[in-house]
């Protein structure tokens, strides 16, 4: 009631003069159109070089599909955001990130600067460039509302503890994916460390204003659900808002021979050759 | 049998493994570089065929030969027995909703939900969705992997070189058993690896290590609901996940007789 005495929505003209006073409001969490009007940009990126600038609202999702080579910074302002992350190759997304790849070929269970995000046919999706957190996690993957049901006692989507399975399904849909394309994925910000006996000691985050920036090896699907961490030990749901900046310049390439990154590893080196060996072929 | 190939890409590889199909030979014999019938080692290797781990009457006993894919539905109540024949074997295991296959294995959800990165008795083998589709009642090496995934061929390229492309692996094993229950490349995630060791050390350093098993070693599953097992009975050649010595699997299905010891919390 109090809301609807706000409007004056009694014909047509006055609906549309009402929704239209609405717009060129700000808040907390949206995106920013175009890009460059990012109230966010990064101090080291030229405004008119972005192509992507949201805050993610916390139990929001967002997804986009970037440009390979595009460089994609994650921040977390409050030290509260979770990333819930999967990429998918945009041409094929049958091909995907593949976590036990991603942990296994560079015998790491640690994400850092210099992990390469690996999917299931042996190419880098994207590369983790510089990592000021240091406090991520591959092992838990993201809530499904059975989870989320049983620690706050709701899960719906509409309601305030969303799971974040549930959130990836919706932004899968929206590239033509189903439930199946969903596959285990990757969080930023929110960590856990593994103990001797293989109990998972709860690692948390490294506190505000910390950032992690990627570069896209091949053409991406990014899908993004920032919900608390499954291990997350508060038993409330506890997320803050996730600052996302993409941008595009001639010197923001894939990884090539010429960066150091590309011979770190015998693994990642052969992983760097396979997905420029797929980008040649395809003509990217 | 090995060859040499000179590879001017990468570093010079000197002896590998010939690839598994048949090829002419240079003095003009067709020869099949798959082993004729199975693949281990069968004059030294000592097998344990093992029993049930559980008593109850048999209602399926299957062996999985050496390289080789097999699935099956395993009925709500009933357990699975999978016994490492030739020890250090590792079985490569994937589960689905046998009436919904949308609802599938999940490794981060089984370890989350326990709060444990290694699989041991009572551990709930849960779905995408949370549910338990399985649960390990009872399990004779200490510690069992979800976190190794599976080898494929793409995948063996960076771990050992793109002279292993055409070797056999667990992804093409799913893909061929998956393939009989309409599933493909969607539909595989990270897996379970049955007898194979992967520790995780403090500095996050992980890797498949030599294995804790030994010939006869069991692990059984109770099914919670109708459960679609599919397994690779991994031909790695390249790393100790099954002793460099591919080995048989056996399969048990049984109706327990009496209920056992752990409940599914779901």
């Known amino acids: ?29 949206m995106p920013y159109l175009p890009a460059s009007s990012s109230p966010f940009c990064p101090e080291d990126v030229a405004a008119d070089s972005l192509t992507w600038a949201e805050t993610v609202a916390p139990g929001g999702y ?95 989507p509409e309601g305030p503890a969303p799971a974040g399975r549930d959130l ?9 994916l189903g439930p199946a394309d969903v596959p285990p994925s990757v969080s930023f910000f929110q960590g856990v460390r593994v103990a001797g006996d293989g109990s998972f000691d709860w690692f948390g985050s490294s506190g505000a204003g910390t950032a992690v920036e990627l570069v896209a090896e091949l053409p991406l699907i990014v899908l ?44 990642v080196r052969r992983a760097y050759l396979n997905t420029l060996d797929y980008a040649e072929a395809r003509g990217l | ?70 699935s099956g ?40 939900w326990q709060d444990n990165a290694y699989i041991r008795t009572g551990t709930v083998l849960r779905s995408n969705l949370g549910r338990a589709l399985m649960t390990v009642v009872d399990n004779e090496i200490d510690r069992q992997d979800t976190i190794g995934g599976a080898c494929s061929r793409e995948s063996n390229t960076l771990r050992y ?5 055409y070797h056999h692996g667990c992804r093409e094993n799913f893909l061929t058993e998956g393939a009989k229950h309409g599933l493909g490349m969607r539909d595989i995630v990270s897996n379970i690896n049955w007898f194979m060791n992967v520790p995780i050390e403090d500095d996050g350093a992980l890797g498949i290590v030599d294995g804790m098993s030994a010939p006869g070693k069991r692990v059984a599953l109770r099914a919670e609901i109708d459960t679609l097992v599919l397994i690779s009975n991994c031909p790695q050649m390249n790393n100790p996940c099954n002793d460099f010595n591919p080995t048989p699997l056996r399969m048990i299905v049984s109706e327990p007789d009496t209920d056992l010891e752990y409940e599914a919390d779901a």
């Open chain 2, 73 to 112: 539905v395993v009925r709500a109540g009933q357990v699975l027995t999978i016994v490492d024949v030739g020890g250090n074997q590792s079985g490569d295991c994937l589960l689905y909703n046998a009436q919904h296959t949308d609802e599938r294995y999940s490794a981060p959800d089984t370890l989350a």
């Open chain 1, 62 to 156: 967002t997804h986009k599909v970037l440009a390979r080579g595009t460089r994609f910074r994650l921040e977390d302002p409050t030290g509260e955001a979770c990333a819930h992350t999967l990429l998918y190759n945009a041409l094929e997304p049958t091909e995907r990130l593949n976590v036990a790849d991603t942990q296994k070929i560079p015998w790491q269970a640690y994400l850092g600067a210099g992990h390469p995000l690996l999917s299931g046919d042996g190419r880098v999706l994207a590369t983790i460039l510089t990592d000021t957190s240091g406090r991520h996690d591959a092992f838990c993957g993201t809530s499904t509302a059975a989870w989320n049901a049983l620690r706050y006692g709701t899960a719906l």
């Open chain 1, 224 to 267: 993004i659900a920032n919900v608390p961490h499954p291990r997350d030990p508060r038993p409330e749901y506890v997320v803050g808002p996730l600052r996302v900046h993409a941008w595009r310049t001639p010197e923001t390439n894939p990884t090539t021979p010429a960066d150091e990154r590309f011979d770190a590893s015998p693994e």
């Open chain 1, 168 to 176: 990836f399904v919706k932004a899968a849909a929206k590239h033509g």
């Open chain 2, 1 to 70: 049998m090995t060859t040499t190939i000179d590879n001017p890409v990468m570093r010079p590889v000197t002896t590998v493994p010939v690839p598994t199909a048949t090829y002419l030979t240079p003095d003009g014999q067709l020869v099949s570089s798959v082993p004729v019938g199975a693949s281990y080692a069968d004059d030294h290797t000592h097998l344990e065929w093992g029993d049930p781990l559980v008593p109850g009457a048999v209602v399926l006993d299957e062996q999985v030969a050496p390289r080789a894919s097999w």
């Open chain 1, 1 to 29: 009631m109090a809301l609807a005495a706000d409007h004056s929505t009694d014909t047509v003209l006055n609906a549309r003069a009402d929704a239209r006073a609405q717009g060129g409001q700000v808040s907390d969490w």
């Open chain 2, 161 to 165: 070189g793109h002279h292993v492309m």
